[in-house]
Structure formats: structure tokens, C-alpha cells
DNA sequence: ACCTGAACACCGTTCAAGT
DNA sequence: ACCTGAACACCGTTCAAGT
């Protein structure tokens, strides 16, 4: 337990963790370095040590969403593993729980904030990685006659973008108000992934 | 023809169309109000007399951007009025081309940077406009057997989300090197629209 | 090695004043 | 009615200096 004791301590860590926090409680456009530094007890300056920029330090944050967002997946996946079809819809499911519950954090990690995510090795290796777990239980639905036969990434593409751009839309308050009235987010989420599905 | 001749004439559209410049050459990350004055010849202030704050005038900018987004959907839709199965196919690669055209405009309207769209009427309408025109388009479709019977507001959201989600995507640089080698984004968004289609 | 404080350029917003 | 210029609080970033 790597807690409480900053001054020295790791402080880069805590740095994340007060960014995430004023992300949470105050949305992206609250989010500054100098109320991070802040949050975490030490002066403006300090976070310098730890991040080249504000870039540095959100890919930082986005990469930590990322690592979550993977852990979600697999922990809604691998109980299923006899049953790929479940697993799709678990995993989508997880998908929607994790953006709903952490919708700031989604948001900075697909809102095009991060500039140039190939300058941050660790964020590109998760987000790489979290599409390969996608394309793994699209190879498992293809496998079982769930999904159609096709080109495993491109299936795994269409699948992945089915879920990200309905609660993308949703998270942007698109979804049009007569149809949430009968439907949340994952029931919505659910039908078309279920689409996909061969009848 | 309203152009060229602010200090007085309609600078409010004349900081719109600024706004919008900077965003293409400079990105979100450069788009501040005071350059948005500069570039319109007038005082950093000035937008005051017409946009209640910067949120006010990217409301403006992502109004815009839906008008012309709406514009090129009817175009590709009309041509095609008897053939509802090309509508949608055709619709769909106009909302691609869009998207990728006019790249930091679509990530405005679409990146949560707008915080309460809600407030700002014209967005609301254009916005929901447009979701009815994708909502015709696949009632049309379902009418033809195209697409599943289903409730249309369901459907529409499923297929708006699908080409928006993998062009999500795209633009924030998530698609696979290996499948854009073999793929544009276009051609991805026809292969996942073609899945949505009944055989 | 890690952190502070002063400094600089830039930003959003307000307001009194000008035409 | 529309625009300017000074002012204020806040921001990202740099750098010399402290421990």
C-alpha cells in the first residue's frame, strides 16, 4: 500500500490519481495542471518533474483508463469462455458499464485531446492490446457460426465500433430523448450487437 | 454576397468562419477567442457583443458543422428516393467523407468540448433534424426489407451509430495499422453497413 | 533527485468608455 | 448598437535556486 506520503513518495502516481479526481468532479474542461499540483499538495511547478506537459500528463490519465477499461473486459469475458456468444455480449456489455461509470475519463481517452497518442509507447501498447481482446472474442464468435465469416480484424472493427458509437452518441447526449424514454443505454447496446449475431 | 467588410457588417458570422479556419489549420487545441478576434480584424472583446462566452461561440461552430453535415446527407440521400438499400449505403459514405473532410470540426461537434448542448436551440434542432433524416432513411429501407423490422428510432440509432463509431475511431487513430493497410475507412464503414443489411 | 517561487506569454471574462 | 482598452484571475511552461 504505496499511500499517503507524498513530499517525497511517488508522487507521479498521485499526480494521476488528482487528475482523474478534478476529472471526475469537474469534466474535462476543469482540468489544468496547476489544480492538479494543487490537489496532490505540491507547487505548480512540481508535476515538471514527472511529465514533459499537460499532454504528457493526460496520456498518462488515458492510459490508466485504458488499463481499466481492458481489466473490465477481461473480467467480463473469461468466465465465458466455453461460450463466445456471451462473451460479445458481456463485453459489451462491460464496455457500456465502463464509459456510463467513467464518462470523463472515456471521453478524454477517444475525444481527440490527446494530440499525438503515438508519442506515448504505454498508451499505444494498451489500446493496441484491449483491440486484440476484442479481436480474439470475434475470432471465438466466428469459430461458433455466431458471427459471419470475414476478416477477423475487420469484423472485430465493425463490432468494436458498433458499441463505441452508440455510447459515444449517448455519452453526447444524441440519443434521441422518445427512444431512452423505453430504453437505457445497454438495452439499446444490446439489440445491436445482437444484429450482429447470425439468426 | 455579406463578406468582407466587418468593423461593422455581420461580424458574427465573420468570427464563426474564423473560428472555424483555426480549427483546421490549428486544431481544438489552438482555438481560443481571442485569436478568433484577431483573425476577424476586431479587439478581444468584441466577440462579447455577440457570443455570451466561448462555449456560446463553439455552440456556433458545431451548428454550423451539423448544417453543412446535414446539407451533404440530403444531397447523397436524394438522388436515390426509389432505392432505399443506396440511401443508406450512400448516406453513410457522405457521413465518412464529412468526417474525415472537415476532421476538427466533426471532433467539436462530437468531443464533448460542448458542455450544455441543450442550452443552445439551433444545435438542438439541426441535431435532431438530422437524426430524423437517418430515421426516414431507414424506415425506408425496412420497408423495402432491407433492414430488419424493428422500432425505427432503434434501428436509426444502431446504424448512426455504427458509422459513427467506427469513424470515432478512426479519427482518433484506434483503427489497426495492419487492416488500414488493406482498408480506407470508407471501404471499413461499407463492409459493416453491408452487415447490417438483410441477405 | 525532487521540489519551490518568480517570471513570462497567453487566455477568458468584465467593465467603463468611446463612436 | 457595436467596438476598444485596461484590468483581473487563471493557465502552461521555464528556470534559477533551494534541499
Redesign the pocket.
Known amino acids: 500500500m504505496p499511500s499517503k506520503k507524498?513530499?517525497?513518495g511517488d508522487?507521479k502516481n498521485a499526480l494521476i490519481k488528482a487528475g482523474v479526481e478534478i476529472l471526475a468532479k469537474e469534466g474535462m474542461g476543469g482540468l489544468?495542471?496547476?489544480?492538479v499540483a494543487q490537489r496532490a499538495g505540491?507547487?505548480?511547478?512540481?508535476p515538471?518533474?514527472?511529465f514533459l506537459?499537460?499532454?504528457s500528463l493526460i496520456a498518462a490519465i488515458s492510459t490508466e483508463g485504458f488499463n481499466q477499461l481492458y481489466n473490465k473486459l477481461e473480467a467480463a469475458i473469461s468466465p465465458h469462455a466455453k461460450t463466445p456468444k456471451k462473451q460479445l455480449i458481456e463485453g459489451a456489455q462491460a464496455y457500456v458499464r465502463f464509459a456510463l461509470k467513467n464518462s470523463d475519463t472515456f471521453k478524454i481517452m477517444f475525444s481527440g485531446v490527446l494530440e499525438k497518442e503515438k508519442d506515448y509507447p504505454s498508451f499505444v501498447e494498451i489500446s493496441s492490446k484491449t483491440f486484440k481482446l476484442v479481436m480474439e472474442v470475434v475470432q471465438a464468435c466466428q469459430n461458433a457460426g455466431v458471427l459471419p465469416t470475414a476478416p477477423a480484424n475487420l469484423m472485430a472493427v465493425s463490432v468494436w465500433g458498433q458499441v463505441h458509437g452508440i455510447v459515444s452518441l449517448a455519452l453526447e447526449g444524441q440519443i434521441s430523448h422518445t427512444l431512452l424514454e423505453k430504453k437505457n443505454i445497454e438495452s439499446i447496446v444490446s439489440f445491436a450487437v445482437e444484429q450482429m449475431i447470425n439468426s
Chains 1, 2 share one sequence.
Request: aromatic share 10%; hydrophobic share 25%; no cysteine.
Open positions: 507524498y513530499h517525497h508522487l489544468s495542471l496547476r489544480k505540491v507547487s505548480h511547478s512540481a515538471y518533474a514527472h506537459d499537460k499532454q
